[in-house]
């Protein structure tokens, strides 16, 4: 005979995050339901295939409504899905869903309610003043804050910022605006000459030239509805 | 105190050596005591045309690797008294040149000289960036072309952010800028830049415009520099080394229109 040996791990306990149908119920009337049930499946009678199933219940919650959990484990069944628990529901819903040998599932969380508690408001960042020129191949970033350029912007130069741009000289070189993505953020130029121009990721170049009527101009630019709008004075 | 200046461009063929060559010839004809260091290791050129290659002993490497003393390795100039050179190592390659041995050498020669100048290489590379490390003025060579004005703008930057007087927040480097190989009517056609529009996008004082000519690859080629020459091209290095030593002269060679009396009494 051999001797006790330490024996190896019948099992492993791990989480897993598996897909899972959620049949969301709207009312407790069981006919309505089998026959809508068969009439949405009858184009694809295998759709469901001993499939697990949790009945959504965050609709009638706040009801008094009552349900036969055996009586839709069975229903369900006949269509390939197998019922194995609630999610949300009333006190009420979740004793008779144990009862009828189901499980519990949390109510998904609102999309609305915040997680984190609101930090409390941050002081505004001063802008990043700059005095001398940006020049071909310099990159400057304004992290969180405004850019405020006072000399000229070269070609191949790039100015960036997460907040507004502001260049009180000839802006020749690339310019983007709210590059976290602040679709509010705006370009205010003295005179446009850039190569390219961008706000919120939404961006314009000027392979042919810039337009006549904004070339040379100080101008502002925004974005309209995902649409770059330069706009003369 | 000595100073050093850097002649620069960031693009090649736009006229560096040949402007260091003259550049540093018309300081010491004015009586500075000048000396000229070519940093193009590898690839060295300011030898020749100082005319001075077949005197190349020991190079500035040799110095750096103290397998040569400075006094060694310094070639006295055969057209003028108070320039010497020290040349790249032609056999050698950029990687050779460091901080230390640049700055340990530049400090030597700051002892007894009043200008040095530094030969830049083409490029952003390694050499460019010793050429330019420790210099309190710069001349950027620029063409009238949109290329040349962009490498120029290039190195511009690279000097405002990289250089010693930047990394150490002290005033930054004297800028100059000087346009080469222009030709007013040229310009005046558009068919190259013009001196404003020049100006316009590099927005560094004007030092000088030295006009395209013919004399500068014959002074190239027979290794004495256009500056002992008698030429326009002549003339506007005179100009630059004036007007960098504070004199106010006014600005010639940028107009392509010759009066008839202009043509009779000469350009004053």
Redesign the interface.
Known sequence: MTTMTLAEPAFKIKIANLPLWVIHVHNNNMAQIKRQLASRLSQTPDFFSHTPVVLGLSAVANSQTKFDFTALTTLMWEHGMRLIGVQGGSTEHQAAATQAGLSLFPDAPLRNSPVFPDPTPAQPLPPLVID???????KIYAENTDLVVL??V????ELIADGDIHVYAPL?GRAMAGAQGNQSARIFVQSLEAELLSIAGCFQMFEEGIPQDVRNHPVQVYLDEARLVIQSY | MSKIIVVTSGKGGVGKTTTSANFSSGLALRGQKTVVIDFDVGLRNLDLIMGCERRVVYDIIDVINGEATLHQALIKDKNCEHLYILAASQTRDKDALNLEGVERILNELRESFDYIICDSPAGIESGAFMAMYFADHALVVTNPEVSSV??S??I???M??KSKRAVEGRAPIEEHLLITRYNPKRAEAEEMLKVEDIED?L?IPLIGVIPESESVLFASNSGIPAIHQKSDVAEAYKDVVSRFIGEAVPMRFVSGKVGFLKRLFGDR
């Open positions: 001398k020129p940006v020049r071909a191949g310099q000399a000229i070269n070609a191949g130069a020749r | 962009r490498d703008d290039r511009l930057g690279i405002a952010a996008m927005r």
